[in-house]
């Protein structure tokens, strides 16, 4: 999947134009508005970025996981060098490694809470100028649909690529947004 932007500053043909990408079959997880005014997403009925995408705790979590791990391995190693499973036991040793990969993955991924996300910094100015930034996640069969629909609006300019979201992730929260509004 390729991820598109686009930014405009008119709001009214931003959801003009998600809902033409909805209709020509583009689902609507894979459609949402970055905007510094999240009542006007509401009024105009757009999907806006999840709370959780807007900081970079994915990033940090798996950046904690990545030292974690090599510190869990150095723990194994040392361990294994300095005999001291064979006086006390692999157990104790396991366990701290396993609590270190995971306190390493909960602090990486906590860092990151607290920093916004990499992939939407360069954004900051547009945000600034009160301007929305529409991206759209599309499948390689799906870029002439939004080819198509992108010509009729000369208000919404495209704004650059980047990689999307793997599509089994994406496919999971369309799964549950739809488990959700079924869900009483």
């Avoid at 806006?48 to 995408?53: E, K, L, T």
């Avoid at 100015?125 to 390689?140: A, C, G, I, K």
Wanted: charged content about 20%; glycine content about 8%.
């Amino acid at each position: 999947m390729k991820r598109h932007y686009f930014v405009s500053k008119d709001l009214d043909a931003v959801e003009e134009m998600e809902n033409d990408l909805m209709s020509a079959g583009i689902p609507e997880h894979q459609i949402h508005v970055l905007s510094n005014s999240e009542t006007e997403l509401e009024i105009h009925h757009l999907h806006p970025v999840a709370d959780f995408m807007k900081t970079n705790v994915i990033h940090g979590g798996l950046q904690g996981l990545f030292v974690g791990s090599l510190v869990a391995i150095v723990i194994v190693l040392l361990t294994d060098l300095m005999g001291w499973s064979q006086q006390i036991g692999w157990m104790p040793f396991l366990l701290l490694a396993i609590v270190v990969v995971g306190f390493c993955t909960w602090e990486g991924g906590f860092l990151g809470f607290q920093q916004q996300n990499s992939e939407f910094r360069r954004f900051q100015v547009d945000l600034r100028n009160n301007r929305h930034v529409l991206f759209v996640d599309v499948e390689p069969a799906q870029e002439q649909i939004l080819d198509g629909i992108l010509k009729t609006y000369s208000n919404v300019m495209p704004a650059g690529e980047g990689a999307a979201m793997p599509s089994w992730i994406i496919a999971a929260r369309g799964y549950f947004r739809d488990f959700v509004r079924w869900a009483p």
